[in-house]
């Protein structure tokens, strides 16, 4: 394998809750086109089927190699770096990037050895804020204002292009990464948020408030920060002593 396509490998193409498989057909026929082969698929609506084929163009062995998932947790186990693509602004307050200043930082993680997830939302709704709550930051495709709605298909060749060209180009050094470990990926950041929401619970942090936009204000923390496995352990030891003492508390409150 040559340096070229072990670093093509580390760019994962997420499709979360598409609903019609033509649009993956077509999104499999763009992302080939630039040299990528890597799909994951989040609750599809429909796939396989023959929509799906006939608009992939002979782009088959990405279909065939589309892993299928109930949760977006899966489909971003092992990834490390995760964009999300948007048209509009959200309630998420994350880093807006250009296409092309995602593919550059995209590059520079998949250099230093992380797998990248690019994520795409329905067709008619984009991503949830939940969904885009677990991207380290949002792509916007500066499309006009009085219509700026992409097709799928075609946000994912923007982005699938951009990454082509950042590759082929003359690209800047890449930072050399901060840690002496690479950072915790998706599945296990998932189970430290986990964590970290029932020790709030358990120390009753939210005092009847709604937990929603404090956990999503701490996922942008932890986020940016991008702790490695050795940082998690120290986290989880922290929460697991704070539920710890909050259950001597509770005890003798009784």
Request: with cysteine; hydrophobic share 45%; net charge negative.
């Amino acid at each position: 394998m040559t340096a070229a396509t072990d670093l093509v490998d580390r760019f994962r193409f997420v499709l979360v809750r598409t609903s019609h498989p033509g649009n993956i057909g077509s999104a499999a026929r763009a992302i080939r086109t630039m040299g990528f082969t890597r799909m994951e698929l989040v609750t599809p609506a429909q796939f396989p089927d023959r929509e799906a084929n006939a608009l992939a163009a002979g782009a088959d062995d990405v279909l065939d190699g589309a892993g299928v998932h109930d949760e977006l947790a899966n489909a971003l186990a092992g990834s490390s770096f995760a964009l999300g693509l948007s048209a509009r602004r959200r309630g998420v307050t994350l880093s807006e990037l250009s296409p092309r200043e995602a593919a550059m930082q995209a590059l520079a993680a998949a250099a230093r050895g992380e797998q990248v997830s690019l994520l795409f939302g329905n067709e008619r709704n984009g991503l949830a804020n939940e969904e885009l709550a677990r991207c380290h930051a949002m792509v916007r495709i500066p499309s006009v204002d009085d219509f700026s709605s992409l097709n799928l298909s075609q946000a994912v060749q923007v982005m699938a292009y951009e990454l082509r060209v950042a590759m082929l180009g003359e690209t800047p050094a890449v930072p050399l990464p901060t840690n002496d470990e690479p950072p915790a990926d998706a599945a296990q950041m998932e189970k430290f948020y986990e964590h970290l929401a029932m020790t709030l619970d358990d120390i009753e942090f939210h005092k009847g408030r709604a937990p929603t936009t404090i956990m999503l204000r701490l996922r942008k923390l932890f986020q940016r920060a991008q702790p490695d496995e050795r940082e998690l352990r120290v986290l989880h030891g922290i929460l697991a002593d704070a539920q710890r003492m909050a259950g001597l508390a509770h005890q003798k409150d009784l």
